[in-house]
């Protein structure tokens, strides 16, 4: 079985030493880069199973690396982690809203570090594996085999936790699900995020499915709670 490949961007030659030494020891292939440019071009060449960008780079950032993958076709849904300042939570969210699928405090654990990215590999295959049917509700549709969401027969472009969150609330439609139920359920159980990383990936999925995402007919949220998907009215859009 080949080993999965990760790549990584980090300018900081010790952190990245500490990166590829601990990711290589448990099981991973990694590749590293000192800059974004760098790792855009070998991207041309390779594809990964998984970014780990750090923000924080000269020339081009951490954060337009992650726009630029979630815009390449061949990179689109391949899961990105990013690593940002502790305080810095404009960084966690832009890097959420633009398609990033967990991110990493600085400075971090070892520990943790590895623990995300087995987290993460593991969503990915239990969603490869049980992904075998076509969920329809009201206008939207997903294909699970193919990981992809239409609304009204239009492709929409959601990466991986956007999708594991709508296709999550859908099965679950009626039933008020709490912040931590989909953290645990969409994250893993050893992640160790916010609740407010949930927040962030509903209303960037409320701007795509929803006709008018300040009044949302498909995702309810519930005060104090979490969310709900609408199993009263939808359908008959």
Known sequence: MSKQIIFTVEDEAHIQQLIKYNLEANGYKVLTFDTGEQLLEECKRTVPDLF??????????????????????????????????????????????????DYITKPFSVRELVARVKALFRRVNLSNQNDSEIISYGNITIDCSRR?????????DLPLKEFELLKLLILNRGKV?????????????????????????????????????????????????????????AVNK
């Open 52 to 101: 780990l960008l750090d923000i924080m780079l000269p020339g081009v950032d951490g954060l337009e690396v992650c726009r630029q993958l979630r815009q390449n076709l061949q990179t689109k849904s391949i899961p990105v982690i990013i690593l940002t300042a502790k305080n810095e939570e404009f960084d966690k969210v832009l890097g959420l809203e633009l398609g990033a699928d």
């Open 148 to 156: 992809e969401v239409f609304k009204d027969n239009k492709l929409l």
């Open 177 to 233: 699900l709490s912040r931590e139920i989909l953290l645990e359920k969409v994250w893993g159980f050893d992640y160790y995020g916010e609740t407010r990383t949930v927040d962030v990936h509903i209303r960037y999925l409320r701007q795509k499915i929803e006709d008018d995402d300040s009044n949302p007919v498909y995702i309810e949220t519930i005060r104090g709670i979490g969310y709900r998907f609408n199993d009263k009215g």
